[in-house]
């Protein structure tokens, strides 16, 4: 019996033998035997039994996840002396690492030849995607994990967030660990998102940035707010006594671009969420384009093709999102009365949306909407009836302002509103 790939032997029983269970549950399995020299000759070992229990212990209490599944342990007689055989199959969850040390070279051990060494980072993420496609499902890197921020979220929706709930989500994979998903609702979550402000519409001179990490949560309300705070309030209507103050960008949109980019985006890739305020637009870019399979086309229909599935559903647990595949649409409502419509673009590994500013038109007085209510009538009285489309040419509006107009002269008792869905006219109340 000489030492290899596959073979390992051990005068006596030692307080790292753990770190030759994790190189071979990481590798292609072997076997440990206690009480042989390295040369091969068989020593045995005096307290068989206590260095059964002894090795057992080892094993259980310094390797995650759990691997005693793929491990036996068994006294044997060689020459006629009690050696303790120890079997390691090749595991299902690797990466196996030593608890102390965590998933990383120094806590992770893989077999070269006859020595058990630290495995390399690459090593690492391979055996992390040979067991999980999603990213989400994947045994995050760092088991260290605090949720005040998820806790407070949880709290504040009335739901609970205990290990029960963290297993049922996701957060807790099968083997015990924390997975990706829990990184990413942690507050150690490493991914940024990075806000600036540029003067004018290029981005030569910065008029202020940002950065910011956390809890995927924390990241959101952060954003928002330093988003609100540079998205100015202006009042280009006065009704009467009445201010109407408007916002540059709508507050909506806003809040629906900043979730699309969170969301969806790719986390398998290195690298930050950009969201850049320009004087005449706002932009966000998020890492990962479309999922396999759906197309821009797709998209912008309202068709949802979830990346990362649980973090979806726990944002739409928690009332952060109404409902899949309609965030677009909400978007593409809040300018449906704008000249400049939001832009929606794709590359093989980003998505990006421009927010243009709203242009209100300070000639927006009542005078107007009255005038606009006198030529509607003017048009009932001549034609007996009209519909929206004959709105839209009479006042060059779009379809969603003549709806608008239509509607608040019927609310104020100018106008009826006959027919069904696909005939519907306007007259006037005798």
Do not use: W
């Not at 009538?377 to 302002?401: H, M, Q």
């Amino acid at each position: 019996m000489i030492e290899s790939a596959t073979v390992e032997f051990k005068r006596e029983y030692i307080n790292d033998l753990y770190k030759e269970v994790i190189a071979f549950v990481n590798t292609s399995g072997g076997t440990i035997y206690v009480g042989i020299n390295d040369d091969g000759s068989v020593c045995g070992i005096d307290n068989i039994n206590d260095a059964q229990i002894k090795c057992t212990d080892n094993i259980k209490d310094n390797i995650k996840p759990d691997v005693m599944a793929f491990v036996d342990i068994k006294p044997i007689v060689i020459e006629g002396k009690n050696v303790l055989q120890i079997t390691v199959n090749k595991g299902s969850m690797a990466p196996y690492y030593a608890q102390s040390k965590g998933i990383r070279p120094e806590g992770v051990y893989v077999r070269r030849g006859t020595a058990s060494t630290p495995a390399t980072q690459t090593e690492i993420l391979n055996m992390i995607k040979d067991v999980s496609v999603a990213y989400e499902d994947a045994r995050s890197l760092e088991q260290n994990l605090t949720f005040i921020e998820a806790g407070r979220q949880f709290e504040n929706a009335g739901l609970p967030f205990g290990e029960m709930q963290q297993r049922s989500l996701g957060v807790i994979g099968r083997d015990g660990c924390y997975t990706n998903l829990a990184y990413l609702l942690s507050d150690q979550c490493g991914y940024k998102i990075k806000f600036a402000v540029f003067d004018g519409q290029t981005k030569e001179v910065f008029k202020d940035r940002h950065e910011f990490t956390g809890s995927l949560f924390r990241q959101i309300d952060d954003v928002t707010r330093i988003i609100d705070s540079n998205n100015r309030l202006s009042s280009p209507k006065i009704n009467g006594v009445r201010r109407e103050d408007y916002r540059d960008y709508p507050v909506e949109a806003i809040r629906e671009a900043l979730l699309n980019a969170v969301v969806h985006r790719d986390y398998a890739m290195n690298g930050d969420t950009l969201i850049s305020m320009f004087s005449d637009r706002i932009e966000f870019i998020s890492l990962g384009g479309l999922v396999r399979g759906v197309e821009m086309a797709d998209v912008m229909m309202g068709v949802s093709y979830l990346r990362n599935r649980k973090l979806a559903d726990i944002f739409y647990r928690l009332h952060l999102i109404e409902a899949y595949g309609t965030g677009i649409a909400k978007i593409k409502k809040s300018y449906e009365d704008q000249r400049k419509q939001p832009v929606f673009g794709c590359a093989p590994n980003s998505f990006k949306v421009v927010l243009y500013k709203i242009e209100y038109r300070f000639n927006t007085l009542p005078s107007e909407s009255s005038d606009r209510e006198a030529a509607v009538c003017k048009f009932v009285a001549e034609n007996g009836k009209i519909v929206r489309k004959d709105v839209e040419k009479l006042l060059g509006v779009s379809p969603a302002t003549a709806t608008r107009i239509l509607t608040k002269m019927v609310e104020a008792g100018k106008l009826k509103r006959v027919g069904d869905a696909r005939n519907v006219k306007y007259i006037k109340i005798v």
